[in-house]
């Protein structure tokens, strides 16, 4: 269980052209859903927290107008890369929250389970 | 990000143990992840830590001092397919804050 998928796995594209990229929770339901950019032999940088059925919370230094997030269901959430430049060529990858409503489950309440990731490439 | 600490690079043979540290700030700390990457694919989970002391699955160990800001993976008995990147991952806020990542080399 706790299977998330992105799509798609690779892309590339010309500058100034806008990419999609679709997070899906494929068993579970998932209120919130996180995007994250990792460059060459970087780690995970979070972008934005992605919450069903609200605006997106952007971390500090991350344009919101060039990152669309749109949560509109319970099992999917996308990133919108608008008039991508080369330097937005990155790995994009998405993380899903399980939400444990049950007790005995509490120390695994915060676990994120990850999509395989986008590789976005940029010309 | 948020000053987490672990070393860029180790190198082990198989067979060995190798001991991955992980220091980080203490504010506001509601647990610490361990997951493993390999190039080019996302983060798998491997450990959770939210209380004080040594949580063991199979060939992998995770140790956490909350005091001190400090936690641990202990990979025993490595194989070749253990080469991979391993990050420490802090839970703030319900938001983790990942390490730059220890990348692993496994010699035969």
């Known amino acids: 269980g706790a299977v998330v998928s992105q799509h798609p796995s690779r892309v590339i594209c010309k500058s100034g052209t806008s990419v999609k990229i679709e997070c899906r929770s494929l068993d579970f339901q998932a209120t919130t859903m996180f995007w994250y950019r990792q460059f060459p032999k970087k780690s995970l940088m979070l972008m934005a927290t992605?919450?069903?059925?609200?605006?997106?919370?952007?971390e500090q230094g991350v344009e919101k107008d060039k990152f669309l997030i749109n949560h509109a269901s319970l099992t999917l959430s996308t990133l919108t890369v608008t008039s991508a430049h080369p330097e937005d060529s990155s790995f994009y990858i998405c993380s899903a929250r399980v939400y444990y409503g049950r007790e005995g489950r509490i120390n695994r309440a915060n676990e994120q389970f990850f999509g395989p990731g986008t590789r976005l490439t940029v010309l | 990000g948020q000053n987490i600490d672990q070393p860029t690079e180790m190198t082990a043979t198989e067979g060995a143990i190798v001991q991955i540290n992980c220091t980080y700030q203490t504010s506001g700390f509601n647990g610490l992840f361990w997951y493993q990457q390999h190039a080019g694919e996302a983060p798998t989970f491997l450990s959770y830590?939210?209380?004080?002391g040594l949580e063991e699955k199979g060939r992998f160990s995770s140790f956490l001092s909350r005091s001190k800001g400090y936690s641990y993976l202990l990979l025993k008995e490595l194989q070749m397919k253990d080469s991979a990147s391993y990050l420490c991952a802090v839970n703030r806020d319900y938001k983790l804050s990942f390490g730059a990542g220890t990348t692993v080399t496994v010699r035969a």
């Open positions: 830590n939210v209380l004080d």
């Open positions: 992605s919450n069903e059925g609200s605006k997106a919370t952007y």
